[in-house]
Structure formats: C-alpha cells, structure tokens
C-alpha cells in the first residue's frame, strides 16, 4: 500500500516537465549534483568538527558555545544548499531514487540524525552551564556526538551506493529486498 503511494508520486512527479528538463539537461543535473557534494564540506565538516569537540578531541579548550556559536551560520547555509539539491537529485529521477534500497536506508537515517540532533542540541541547552569550559561534555552529549558521526557516516555512504542498482527494482532480488526498494510487481521502471 505505502509502496504503491510512493511509487505513484514518483510517477507524477516524473512526468512533470521540469523533472524531465532536469534530468535530461546537458549540465543543469551535474551541476546540482556537484553542489549537493559541495555542500557536504561547510554543513558536515563543521558539524563533525563540532561533535569531535563534544568527545574532547579538536580544541578541548575552546569553550562549547563558542565553537557553536561561530559555526552555526555556515553549517546551517552548508545544510541548506544541501537540502535544496537533495531535493533537487530526486525530483529529476524520482522513480529510480524511490525504487532505491539505498535511497530509501539514507531517507531513514536522516530521520534518525534529525532526531538525534533535536535531542542533542536540547540536551546540550538544558546542561552547558555545567561544562561549557570542560575539555570534554558529559556522557549523554558525547552519545550523541557519536550517533551523529554514526549517522552521518553512513547516510554518506548511502548517498554514494544510490548510483549503483545492485538492489533496484530492475533486478531479480528476493522479497525482502523487493518489500524495502518499493518494487511494484511489473511496474519497476526506470
């Protein structure tokens, strides 16, 4: 049932002219995948070195709210741009993307790492006073530190595997692997 939703607003979605236009641009497509891959320097690279200071490993002794406070804005526009090309990628190939094992696991840890961030970042509010100086924050901020490296990691990883179709609907995979890409029985076209 979810499979069928999903897979028919892929459908629509790909007989818009401007996913056709998009996908099918000579340089539009690549350069969108280019800045989504770009983003990931400013919005990953500040947020990994903001959690390495959590676990006490870059600069354990600059205070945490400063270190959060000049890095806020550049990760939050790095995070932007990589929403908005995100969106982008899946809208010029909405059915391969939806039909993906890979595209469907990165869609589920962002979830995960949202959540996680929203957790950490109320629970970094509630107890900063209390360590802001400290070299290295208490236990439950360094867990989520580490779930958001873990999670990060793998949703890069995931982003990369979605070019491949080792799992796709294309291919005769087992029904597990059919249920979780989304495969429509004759309809998995791409």
Known sequence: MLNQLIYDFALWLDASRWSTLLHESYYMYNWVETAHVLSLVPSLGILFFIDLRMLGVAFPEVPATTIARHLRLPMFIGFGLMIITGLLLFYAIPVRSSQSVWFRLKFLLLIGAGINALVFHYRMQQSVGSWNT??????????????????????????????????????????????????IDGQSQF
């Open 134 to 183: 400290a070299p290295v924050a208490p236990a439950n901020i360094r867990a989520g530190a580490l779930l958001s490296l873990l999670f990060w990691s793998l949703i890069v990883i995931c982003g990369r595997l979605i070019a491949y179709d080792w799992y796709d609907c294309v291919r005769q995979q087992s029904g597990l692997i059919n249920l979780f890409a989304g495969c």
